[in-house]
């Protein structure tokens, strides 16, 4: 059985070698030597003047034959740029202009071919992982190419901008705004809606100034409303335009800035002074010229950096595979060697290791990208800094050199242009100041007083905004209002605390640190009231809080009279009336019938007529048909006024039995003056209701704090006064709703009312220092967890739900109703009403009928004598 395992795993082992062979087709460095093409379209270089076959044969194979120790190369030449090349060979490089450039590249993906393609300038450039162009970009002339670069290289990611570019160098550059707007479904370049500017360079002081702050105000935006924009700088004014662009308050989170500095070798350019009056927050960045004026840069010299890159990519990799080769038997060699596509990726990286440490004339154009690292400066340290002076440095951005631009390679960066954009706070921690009051902030304290766990409403928020704006944060304690207002109170009357919260006394402190700008922000709820007037911001609604009143409910009406409400008192009256119409009606028929044998005996008094009436109405039937047409007709419709009154009663006696009928309530405000029992008026002390009262044009409202008592503890709020039924509470509904829940929790009952009236809307927020430049971000990602549902959710989660005693639960206490004593006490009281009548009815008769027998005893006795 074992020996039969081993047979089977060495024939799948070599099975598996049989099909990585087969699958690899591609010779090795070691057996077959690299094959290269050169094409060098001879059209193109007569008209550039220029015939270098003879010089690119030379300068190959001098490289060839210098640097290359292991292998070889085969090198093949052509003149004419509509070769197709086979699979054989390994690369290519090209010496053509822009378009023939891409129709060959297209033609090599066919046979799998590495190109090296030196091209014309303003060139889109080709797939960097695919290939390398090299465009011969003339001093000076780097614009339109950079821009390119920047949108096939997706460093500059924009839909829409704003270009100010300097007469001069836009007719110097004729192609400039070409290559702003190029786009390309094959490069996958997107479009990009320009609105371009033109300096007039040859202004000077105020003029210039003048026009600047013109062209710029057109795109200036109030400070509450931060529009995403895009602005590309191509002008020796940048310190002029960022000076005025400062002052119209340009410079935000949500605005991106490009500037070129025009000056070469300006490797002593110090940006941080150049932004001294810039706040954090701001996305600029720099591109600095670095080229050497003294560079000679022909294309001869750049054949020859080119070839000795591939060919000492080339040897590397040869000396690779020899090493490698060494080490392993050939079957496993033929498992693990390169395919044809991993040599050309790792033939390209090399490459380009070499050019970028080696190259000297092909990228002698060289642009140095410093980019501003400015969110959360003044939190990173936890230092909090004061505002630099005018001849210091910013010391809120920090500027680091992300990268450069060269024709040879494009752009070389290892971090974004603007890297706020995408990573916003880079996961640095923010100092966050907050205080305990549930259930918008829920702290947790250790026994050293250390906060070790957040909950709440504004908490939640709070790991929301962390986690969308990529920043961890440390949270800071002050001192409560309630914290503040238990010094000046006993020890008693402190810890006697109301149920619920408010939000619109601030704790002093948080005030007191919220203006010296040493928080990201306060995680504090806070009523949003004259921001205008503060020394500090909010930021949009996180919540909107409704003020009601509290009451006594109203007592259910009694069920006493039940077997009489189906039925209105004019209904009783017309049933009373049609009853003594009915029976003397049907005694006349039955009197008045013309034959003898149709007048029925039992119908021959009003009494029995009246009972035979009445026991229709009570479902006792009747003993006694008329025989004439005429009763017969009385008699049916009378059953059918019995069977239409009997089924409409029993209906609503059905519906009163099931669903109570309460005594009329308060509901509104404005019903208060018609409720003389109510005498006791109470508010919660420190309410935004108190402060609206008195700008508010509502007279009920004023009525009521006439006569308010302010309350600060659970023993001056009376709430058995307000069970009672002789005062009334208004707060935040739900924290009244709290109350109503306790009580009902305790009592297992309803005692407590809640208005149907919803008044003065309170709008909750959090707290942010004047200065923020990231109130506009919070409140955006705010908006977005509102349209999310997660603010909603956090609500449900934290705020007290609908207590028991609100119209849902009553629906369905009804329908899980039992029937109890106080619902069938009518009924018993009619049976004992109606024993009563019958004992006084039986006494009657009884006294009624020995009364006529004495009578009658009495008149024989007087006839007899």
């Not at 490797?267 to 941080?272: E, H, I, M, Q």
């Given at each position: 059985m074992r020996s039969t395992l081993g047979l089977l795993l060495i024939f799948g082992l070599?099975?598996?070698?049989?099909?990585?062979?087969?699958?690899?087709d591609f010779s090795s460095f070691l057996s077959a030597n690299a094959s290269l093409a050169v094409v060098v379209d001879h059209d193109y270089m007569t008209m550039h003047g220029q015939n270098i076959m003879a010089h690119f044969e030379k300068i190959l194979s001098d490289i060839i034959r210098e640097n290359l120790r292991n292998g070889g190369i085969n090198v093949r030449y052509f003149t004419w740029n509509s070769v197709r090349l086979k699979k054989d060979f390994l690369a290519a490089?090209?010496?053509?202009?822009?378009?023939?450039?891409?129709?060959?590249?297209?033609?090599?993906?066919?046979?799998?071919?590495?190109?090296?393609?030196?091209?014309?300038?303003?060139?889109?450039?080709?797939?960097?992982?695919?290939?390398?162009?090299?465009?011969?970009?003339?001093?000076?002339?780097?614009?339109?190419?950079i821009i390119l670069d920047a949108k096939v290289q997706q460093i500059l990611k924009w839909k829409t901008a704003v270009v100010f570019v300097d007469q001069t160098i836009l007719d110097e550059n004729s192609v400039l705004v070409k290559s702003i707007v190029h786009e390309s479904t094959t490069n996958h370049i997107a479009p990009i809606s320009l609105i371009l500017y033109k300096v007039n360079d040859s202004l000077h002081g105020q003029q210039k100034r003048t026009a600047l702050r013109q062209a710029l105000g057109q795109f200036a935006m109030p400070k509450h409303e931060q529009k995403h924009q895009q602005f590309l700088v191509i002008s020796k004014f940048h310190e002029d335009i960022?000076?005025?662009?400062?002052?119209?308050?340009?410079?935000?989170?949500?605005?991106?800035?490009?500037?070129?500095?025009?000056?070469?070798?300006?490797?002593?350019?110090?940006?941080?002074?150049?932004?001294?009056?810039?706040?954090?927050?701001?996305?600029?960045?720099?591109?600095?010229?670095?080229t050497y004026p003294d560079c000679q840069d022909t294309l001869n010299c750049t054949i020859s950096e080119v070839s000795m890159a591939l060919v000492t990519s080339i040897s590397k990799m040869i000396s690779e595979e020899q090493s490698i080769y060494g080490e392993i038997s050939d079957e496993e060699w033929e498992s693990i060697r390169f395919t044809k596509q991993e040599k050309q990726d790792e033939l390209l990286e090399y490459m380009k290791d070499y050019l970028k440490l080696n190259s000297k004339c092909a990228s002698c154009a060289r642009w140095r990208i410093d980019t501003a690292i400015t969110w959360g400066k003044t939190q990173e340290s936890r230092q909090f800094r004061t505002a630099p002076t005018r001849d210091a440095k910013n010391r809120n951005f920090d500027f680091i050199n992300i990268g450069y631009w060269s024709p040879l390679l494009g752009f070389v960066v290892q971090e974004l242009t603007f890297p706020h954009i995408e990573h916003h706070f880079r996961n640095i921690t923010m100092d966050i100041l907050t205080v305990h009051n549930p259930p918008w902030q829920i702290l947790t304290k250790n026994s050293l007083g250390h906060i070790v766990e957040s909950k709440g409403i504004v908490m939640e928020i709070v790991r929301e905004?962390?986690?969308?704006?990529?920043?961890?944060?440390?949270?800071?304690?002050?001192?409560?209002?309630?914290?503040?207002?238990?010094?000046?109170?006993?020890?008693?009357?402190?810890?006697?605390?109301?149920?619920?919260?408010?939000?619109?006394?601030?704790?002093?402190?948080?005030?007191?640190?919220?203006?010296?700008?040493?928080?990201?922000?306060?995680?504090?709820?806070?009523?949003i009231y004259d921001p205008e007037k503060r020394f500090f911001n909010f930021t949009q609604p996180i919540s909107v809080q409704k003020y009601t009143f509290i009451t006594r409910q109203p007592d259910e009406v009694s069920r006493i009279y039940l077997f009489t409400a189906p039925f209105t008192q004019e209904t009783w009256g017309c049933?009373?009336?049609?009853?003594?119409?009915?029976?003397?009606?049907?005694?006349?028929?039955?009197?008045?019938?013309?034959?003898?044998e149709l007048r029925i005996r039992g119908l021959s008094t009003i009494k029995s007529c009246f009972w035979y009436v009445l026991g229709a109405l009570l479902q006792q039937g009747g003993m006694y048909l008329p025989k004439a047409d005429s009763g017969r007709l009385?008699?049916?419709?009378?059953?059918?006024?019995?069977?239409?009154?009997?089924?409409?009663?029993?209906?609503?006696?059905?519906?009163?039995?099931?669903?109570?009928?309460?005594?009329?309530?308060?509901?509104?405000?404005?019903?208060?003056?018609?409720?003389?029992?109510?005498?006791?008026?109470g508010l919660r002390n420190g309410t935004f209701f108190e402060k609206y009262t008195k700008t508010t044009t509502r007279k009920d409202f004023k009525r009521f704090m006439e006569k308010a008592i302010i309350y600060n503890n659970a023993e001056s709020e009376r709430i058995d006064a307000v069970k009672s039924g002789q005062r009334i509470n208004?707060?935040?509904?739900?924290?009244?709703?709290?109350?109503?829940?306790?009580?009902?929790?305790?009592?297992?009952?309803?005692?407590?009312?809640?208005?149907?009236?919803?008044?003065?809307?309170?709008?909750?927020?959090?707290?942010?220092?004047?200065?923020?430049?990231?109130?506009?971000?919070?409140?955006?990602?705010?908006?977005?967890?509102?349209?999310?549902?997660?603010?909603?959710?956090?609500?449900?989660?934290?705020?007290?739900?609908?207590d028991k005693c609100n119209g849902k639960s009553v629906l369905r206490q009804i329908t899980n109703h039992k029937v109890n004593m106080n619902d069938m006490q009518g009924c018993f009281l009619v049976l004992i009403f109606g024993f009563i009548v019958a004992v006084l009815v039986a006494s009657i008769e009884?006294?009624?009928?020995?009364?006529?027998?004495?009578?009658?005893?009495?008149?024989q006795s007087v006839f007899v004598n």
């Open positions: 070599q099975l598996s070698l049989l099909v990585s062979v087969d699958c690899n490089i090209t010496v053509t202009d822009c378009e023939n450039t891409w129709n060959f590249y297209k033609n090599t993906q066919e046979t799998s071919v590495l190109l090296i393609a030196i091209t014309d300038s303003d060139c889109p450039r080709l797939p960097l992982n695919r290939a390398i162009m090299i465009p011969l970009v003339e001093h000076g002339d780097e614009f339109p190419q960022i000076e005025i662009a400062e002052t119209l308050n340009m410079f935000h989170v949500s605005n991106q800035w490009m500037f070129f500095v025009l000056e070469e070798l300006r490797r002593d350019f110090d940006a941080s002074t150049v932004t001294i009056n810039l706040d954090e927050g701001a996305n600029i960045a720099f591109a600095l010229n670095e905004l962390s986690r969308a704006l990529n920043f961890t944060y440390q949270l800071h304690e002050a001192k409560s209002w309630e914290d503040e207002y238990a010094i000046s109170q006993s020890k008693n009357e402190s810890e006697m605390e109301l149920l619920g919260s408010m939000t619109y006394r601030i704790p002093s402190r948080v005030t007191e640190l919220a203006q010296g700008n040493q928080y990201f922000l306060a995680a504090v709820a806070a009523t049933l009373v009336g049609i009853i003594i119409l009915t029976a003397p009606l049907l005694y006349g028929i039955n009197r008045l019938a013309p034959l003898e009385i008699v049916g419709f009378w059953w059918i006024v019995v069977i239409v009154l009997v089924t409409t009663y029993c209906g609503n006696l059905v519906a009163f039995l099931t669903f109570p009928k309460y005594q009329p309530g308060i509901d509104y405000l404005t019903q208060l003056a018609h409720h003389k029992h109510i005498s006791q008026y208004i707060d935040w509904r739900i924290n009244l709703q709290l109350i109503v829940q306790q009580h009902f929790e305790q009592d297992k009952e309803c005692h407590f009312a809640l208005g149907k009236e919803d008044f003065v809307d309170e709008q909750i927020g959090l707290v942010v220092p004047l200065n923020s430049a990231y109130l506009h971000l919070i409140n955006l990602h705010i908006d977005r967890m509102f349209r999310m549902g997660f603010i909603e959710r956090w609500h449900q989660m934290n705020l007290p739900n609908s009884f006294w009624y009928y020995r009364y006529h027998l004495h009578h009658q005893k009495r008149k």
